[in-house]
Nanobody
Framework: QVQVVESGGGLVQAGGSLRLSCVASGSTASVTAIGWYRQAPGKQRELVARITNGGSTNYADSAKGRFTISRDNAKTTVYLQMNNLKPEDTAVYYC?????????????WGKGTLVTVSS
């Protein structure tokens, strides 16, 4: 079992920055990747950025050049540095942990942290 907790959301003006944190705890030895997703009102949840256990990263086109995903040495805390925020970045941001389970791949979600960007 893995627990996932996000933090760092808040209200920021357009052009500002926020850093989100995701802490995974519990049985994290089999984690393969951790990603940030977001869901704006009335829209589907979408991938923002993801980092694999090997350190490979990928970003949504909307995040490239503005957001950076990183992690600590223990690979259980993942950060999302968001710069030059835009009103369209307003959403609940969720952390997702992918891992090998007993019967195959499983994933765990946090409860999310709200990011609001004012114009």
């Amino acid at each position: 079992q893995v627990q996932v907790v996000e933090s760092g959301g808040g209200l920021v003006q357009a052009g500002g920055s926020l850093r989100l944190s995701c802490v995974a705890s519990g049985s994290t030895a089999s984690v393969t990747a951790i990603g940030w997703y977001r869901q704006a009102p009335g829209k589907q949840r979408e991938l923002v950025a993801r980092i694999t256990n090997g350190g490979s990263t990928n970003y949504a086109d909307s995040a490239k050049g503005r957001f950076t995903i990183s992690r600590d040495n223990a690979k259980t805390t993942v950060y999302l540095q968001m710069n030059n925020l835009k009103p369209e970045d307003t959403a609940v941001y969720y952390c997702n942990v992918d891992m090998f389970g007993r019967y195959g791949m499983v994933d765990y979600w946090g409860k999310g942290t709200l990011v609001t960007v004012s114009s």
